[in-house]
């Protein structure tokens, strides 16, 4: 015989609503000081960014300057400018290509099946590849466009991508370094890691940019894009160096004496071992760092590259769109908000998934 | 020799002088050669450079500065710049952190579904984007001649002017310290053991301890003021400038709001993530004890969740002081601008580096230690700690 079990009546939408938002007079008054912001708020944003909004550029500026609401037609004029900043107009469609295949390489490595260090260096390598190709051009007949013409989100995108490039294998040697047994080795690099996290990431890319030509030979000087990009990596790496290290310290010691008393080599310990599941436990916590490195990419602006802030600057600061800085800075924001938004929704996702293991 | 390299203690010892020497070698090689394109120039090294003047100007001080007073004021100056705009930058943040944090952490779904929404969308913008976009709303806002005015606040394009009390420098500072002592004295009558009253009785004496504060910063106040003169100094357009009150340049609101702005966001998720530290055992408890619900927040709640949440929010206050340097973006002449503007002027690029690195570690350290002593202070004692 099953036990005929009674579901408690379902309350009806009305109740519904009352005990979740007017239980009590304090709740009622909270619930609708929050509604009256909320509805004002969107309805102000609503009528400036779509009501009272100029979409077309025939006007020109001065139909647009008069509107009440948004003037997109700044973005209609000068997107290309935004987008792609002094990059030949001809060959502009090469640098969308090359944000394209960030983009997709950017999806490839969120999918599982692509987490084996191979998988992940190979879609990394040759995205890494074809972008500097496309850019670049000189091969299969494209023209050559030299980096002091790069701008706009493909020079954005190439700087976070060469950064996490470099910077995450020298994360992970800054790691092992650090956990070294030997002390002068762990000490030194301990000492490195945490002086470089307590300069602001500017100062770095300054003295990158700057000053270091002084300190180098003339045939090490090389070009300043990759000058500020070798500081934006060795700063990511010092910070994602203690995630891989709080990865390592989670996993247990246990794993690495039974690998030892296996007969492995230090190598095979650590490849094999205590990386994958370092790597698994810091997930999170890297995905976060991506996040952050993404957005500090536009501290570049500082030492004088054009990528997408510097261009936006650029396409609303001469003569006629001057007071059109709203919308500009608007569109940058929500390109911003797109990666960085779906990245960091992503990590929240993974680290519910993996909480479920765990449990 | 072969066998001396099989000794693991040798060969430890060994890979540890390579390792340490080839880094200092490396460091001695750039300053080496960097001293020697210096010297090209001719750029002489040292540190003699700090006791000339130099000849170029700061457009915010809290000390008095001219362009005749040598280096080394100007790096005071601009260490305080970033204290300055650090502190303020701080209180503000966490001011804005705390109120979306409570709204997140709220039983009301629709306070919220607010402050969800303020965290998603501020958190992913960029610092430097939201400091360029204040700087240009600012910037754009009307000329002197047409300022939106509201209270004796003009708000123009050349910054924010607030009306100032007529009173004289020391008398300010001796009233901002009575003031901060009402804040503060309140909260020592209610922990300290020398008084006779149980702890939870006293608000009496905490009232009158701090009027009395407060008194006192009214005496000081009018003690202070400056002979035939109002009482209050308000901005007021004269000719084609502003004349009175205390005038905030736009690079500093910009970038106070901006860190405010952001910075609250990251808070936010602290705070929320102190309160759900917070065992629910622990309220409920509380609650059958009979405490009403705003002695079980004060009591229980919010000491519980301050003790989860300093150790993160000290991190996030050290990032935020180093966010400072987005001063340079919009031309605040904050301790890493005053550098950059030092080098350019005077070629002592290795010196003002340096003195840039021992700058930001010594704001570092000391806020880390001084949050290190709150912790110990708040942390668990004892036979508190149990399993």
């Known amino acids: 015989m099953e036990p005929i079990v009674l579901a408690p009546p379902a309350p009806g939408k009305v109740e519904d609503l009352k005990r979740r938002f007017f239980a009590t007079p304090l709740q009622a008054l909270v619930s609708l000081i929050c509604l009256a912001i909320m509805v004002f ?81 190979l879609v ?117 160096a203690e995630i891989v290290r709080g990865g390592m310290q989670g996993v247990p ?41 993404f957005k500090e990419t536009s501290l570049v602006v500082i030492v004088g590259f054009f990528e997408i802030l510097a261009s936006g600057n650029a396409a609303y600061g001469t003569g006629e769109w001057r007071f059109a800085y709203v919308e500009v800075y608007a569109f940058i924001a929500f390109i911003y908000f797109i990666f960085v938004f779906s990245l960091s929704r992503y990590g929240a996702f993974l680290e519910r998934r993996m909480a479920v293991g765990e449990r | 020799m072969v066998s001396l390299l099989r000794n693991q203690k040798v060969r430890n010892a060994l890979l540890q002088l390579l390792y340490v020497g080839s880094l200092a070698a490396l460091v001695l090689a750039g300053f080496v050669i960097a001293r020697r394109n210096l010297a090209e120039q001719g750029i ?17 001080s809290l000390l008095p500065a001219t362009a005749n007073d040598p280096y080394w004021w100007f790096f005071l100056i601009g260490i305080i710049n ?15 952190g705390t109120i979306v944090g409570l709204a997140r952490t709220s039983s009301n779904e629709l306070a919220q579904l607010l402050g969800r929404t303020y965290v998603d969308i501020f958190r992913n913008i960029p610092l430097i984007l939201q400091v360029f976009f204040w700087y240009a709303l600012i910037t754009h806002l009307p000329a002197p001649r047409a300022a939106h005015e509201a209270w004796g606040f003009l708000l123009t394009s050349r910054g924010l002017y607030v009306p100032i009390p ?38 009496a004496i905490q009232l009158a301890g701090a009027a009395v504060a407060l008194v006192g910063a009214i005496l000081v106040l ?48 602290i705070v929320r993530g102190g309160f759900k530290a917070v065992g629910k055992g622990q309220m409920e408890a509380a609650l059958s004890l009979g405490l009403s619900p705003w002695r079980v927040f004060t009591l229980v709640r919010l000491p519980l969740a301050l003790r989860a949440m300093l ?77």
């Open chain 2, 222 to 269: 009018m003690i202070g003021r400056l002979p035939d003169a109002p009482l209050l100094d308000f901005p007021a357009l004269q000719g084609l400038n502003l004349r009175g009150g205390l005038r905030i340049p736009p690079e500093f609101s910009a970038l106070a709001i901006a860190i405010a702005i952001y910075g609250g966001s990251y808070i936010a998720e």
């Open chain 1, 124 to 240: 990394w390598g040759a995205g890494a590849a074809l972008f500097y190709g496309l850019m670049k051009g000189g091969v299969l007949g494209l023209p050559y466009v030299g980096e002091e013409a790069w701008g706009g989100l493909a020079l954005t995108l190439f700087i976070f991508v060469t950064t996490c490039l470099i910077g995450f294998p020298l994360a992970i040697c800054l790691a092992l370094l650090r956990r070294s047994e030997l002390p002068w080795i762990s000490r030194t690099t301990g000492l490195i890691i945490d002086g470089v996290r307590s300069l602001p990431l500017i100062s770095i890319l300054f003295t990158f940019a700057i000053v270091l030509p002084f300190a180098l030979p003339q045939w090490l000087v090389g070009d300043k894009l990759y000058r500020v990009i070798v500081g934006s990596a060795l700063f990511f790496s010092a910070y994602q």
């Open chain 1, 41 to 121: 708020l969107a309805w102000k944003l609503l009528d400036w960014a779509i009501f009272s909004a100029v979409f077309t550029v025939t006007g020109g500026p001065e139909a647009c300057q008069a509107a009440a609401g948004a003037c997109w037609s700044v973005i209609a004029a000068r997107w290309r400018i935004i987008l792609f900043g002094l990059y030949p107009f001809e060959e502009q469609w090469r640098s969308a290509l090359a944000c394209v295949t960030v983009v997709v390489m950017t999806v490839l490595s969120c999918i599982p099946a692509f987490w084996t260090g191979r998988r992940i260096a």
């Open chain 2, 166 to 203: 007529n009173v004289g420098g020391v008398a300010m500072a001796l009233a901002m310290l009575a003031v901060i002592a009402a804040m503060a004295l309140p909260i020592w009558l209610g922990r300290t053991s020398r008084l006779s009253q149980p702890v939870g009785q006293r608000s």
């Open chain 1, 253 to 293: 010691a246990g794993q690495e004496e039974a690998a030892m008393a296996l007969g492995m080599s230090y190598w095979q310990r650590i490849g094999r071992i205590v990386l994958p599941q370092a790597m698994r436990n810091a997930l999170p916590a890297t995905i976060n760092q991506f996040v952050i490195s």
């Open chain 2, 44 to 60: 002489s090294s040292g540190f003699d450079f700090l006791y000339k003047s130099t000849g170029w100007d700061v457009n915010f």
């Open chain 2, 82 to 96: 970033t204290l300055f705009l650090g502190t303020v930058g701080l209180i503000l943040a966490t001011i804005v």
């Open chain 2, 311 to 387: 150790p993160i929010l000290a991190n996030q206050y050290v990032w935020l002081m180093k966010a400072t340097t987005m001063g340079i973006a919009v031309g605040f002449t904050d301790f890493f601008m005053i550098v950059a503007l030092a080098i350019n002027h005077s070629g002592q690029t290795l010196e003002a580096i340096g003195i840039l690195m021992a700058g930001f570690l010594a704001i570092n350290l000391s806020l880390a230690a001084i949050f290190n002593r709150i912790n110990k202070a708040i942390a668990l004692k004892g036979n508190q700690l149990r399993g």
